[in-house]
Nanobody
Framework: QVQLVESGGGLVQAGGSLRLSCAASGRTFSSYAMGWFRQAPGKERDFVAAISRGMLTKYYADSEKGRFTISRDNAKNTVYLQMNSLKPGDTGVYYC?????????????????WGQGTQVTVSS
């Protein structure tokens, strides 16, 4: 069992930056691949980024490449999402999730545990 708690969301102007954090409980954090997803009002939960257990492999959605960076600190049981050059279209609730199946990292159905989400609002 893994419990995930996101933080770092807020209101930012277009072009600004935010850094999201996701703290995990338990001693098995390093056993999980981690992902970030975004859900805008009235829309499905979309893949944003994912990182493998050993940090060697990272995936990004096309719209986030070059602007967002996912990282993790296994010693601190935390995964991060650095978001730069934010756009109004990045607005939504951001969720972190843990998965034992990194081969399906872009599929939200492959994740076993989810946080409660943190709101990000980007104003124009």
């Amino acid at each position: 069992q893994v419990q995930l708690v996101e933080s770092g969301g807020g209101l930012v102007q277009a072009g600004g930056s935010l850094r999201l954090s996701c703290a995990a409980s338990g001693r098995t954090f390093s056993s999980y691949a981690m992902g970030w997803f975004r859900q805008a009002p009235g829309k499905e939960r979309d893949f944003v980024a994912a990182i493998s257990r050993g940090m060697l492999t990272k995936y990004y959605a096309d719209s986030e490449k070059g602007r967002f960076t996912i990282s993790r600190d296994n010693a601190k049981n935390t995964v991060y999402l650095q978001m730069n050059s934010l756009k109004p279209g990045d607005t939504g609730v951001y969720y972190c999730a843990a998965s034992t199946n990194f081969g399906r990292a872009r599929d939200y159905g492959s994740y076993d545990f989810w946080g409660q989400g943190t709101q990000v609002t980007v104003s124009s």
